[in-house]
């Protein structure tokens, strides 16, 4: 949707916490209206209505997303449809109820749970400093297929993971990112990549004591980090007596019962990637 000049320049003075939310807003609201142009009095008409009631518009929960599924050609697994999943999910579980029974005073948004979906490393969603995050992984392999020498998957790997020679490209598992490029680029099949899923983070926050997101190992299919998720929502709502974030009361402890909960569904055996050790 276009937007004048001065509508754009009000949007940025908006609380950048709640500006994605407002501008959002400005433009369904317009949209509802007919409006082809989002206006300067169609913001501050919106933004006064969502600063004044700010509490009202706390869902409990945050699902984001990077533009993966908008034909981003970096995407290394869609996650579009597990978003879809755990979206009805979080929405079944009355988190908004859950914080409103717990919480003392106000819901403000640093309340809700937090989950962010990357379709690939480069994590432009910045999934790392939520609670969940999920990042979309192809892994590659080494196919019987012959290399042509071409050289495209050395250049195309940012992480220096492909060397090749005579007999072929070999791959260095322990600096691989998962990011699929060199599948890609790699015209005659040799290097293709038939495991695809996603990595799982958790714990990860901004604020006072910020800190990213714990790594589980491996790479999991979208049955397996859906079930991570529902893992992870139960303890949340298990533990928080007050209202607390996940990050807050996850520790490396319950990180390494996650690890050894769901080891056994990771696609990749240990040691077989960097995400495996
Ligand atoms: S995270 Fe990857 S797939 Fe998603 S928008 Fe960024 S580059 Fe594209
Ligand atoms: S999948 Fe691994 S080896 Fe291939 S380009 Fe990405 S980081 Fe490099
Ligand atoms: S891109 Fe494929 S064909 Fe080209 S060097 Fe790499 S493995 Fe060989």
């Known amino acids: 949707m276009k937007w004048t000049k001065e509508a754009e320049t009000a949007i940025r003075k908006v609380p950048f916490f709640v500006r994605k939310r407002v501008k959002a807003r400005v433009e ?19 933004r006064a209505r969502f600063l004044n009631k700010m509490e ?25 449809s597990l978003q ?8 079944a579980q009355d988190i908004r109820g859950f914080l409103e029974e717990r919480v003392r005073g ?15 490393p480069n994590a432009c969603s910045q999934p790392q400093i939520r609670d969940i995050c999920i990042i979309g992984a192809m892994v590659p392999d080494v196919t019987e297929t012959p290399c042509t020498q071409c050289g495209a998957c050395v250049t195309a790997c940012a992480e ?6 005579e007999s072929g490209p070999a791959l260095d598992m322990s600096a691989c990112l998962v990011c ?28 006072r ?19 991570i998720v529902r893992h992870c929502v ?17 520790t490396e402890a319950d990180f390494h019962e996650v690890v050894v909960r769901f080891r056994d569904r990771s696609l990749i055996a240990a040691g077989g990637s960097r995400a495996a050790g």
């Open 160 to 165: 220096g993971a492909v060397a090749l020679s």
């Open 28 to 46: 369904d609201e317009a949209r509802e209206s007919g409006a082809g142009e989002v206006t300067l009095e169609e913001v501050n008409r919106t």
């Open 209 to 227: 004591h910020p800190r990213l997101a714990m790594e589980l190992p491996g790479i999991y299919d979208e049955e397996a980090a859906f079930e």
């Open 84 to 91: 879809e999943k755990v979206r009805t999910y979080l929405e």
């Open 234 to 250: 139960a303890f949340y709502k298990a533990r928080s007596t007050g209202g607390e974030r996940f990050s807050k009361l996850f």
């Open 180 to 207: 699929g490029r060199c599948v890609k680029v790699c015209k005659p099949g040799t290097l293709a990549g038939f495991r695809k899923g996603f990595r799982v983070l958790l714990g990860g926050r901004l604020g």
């Open 56 to 80: 009202d518009e706390v869902a409990g929960f945050q699902v984001e997303a990077c533009f993966g599924d908008g034909g981003c050609p970096r995407q290394a697994c869609g996650s579009k």
């Open 106 to 120: 106000k819901l403000k948004f640093h309340h809700e749970l937090r989950v962010a979906f990357a379709d690939c």
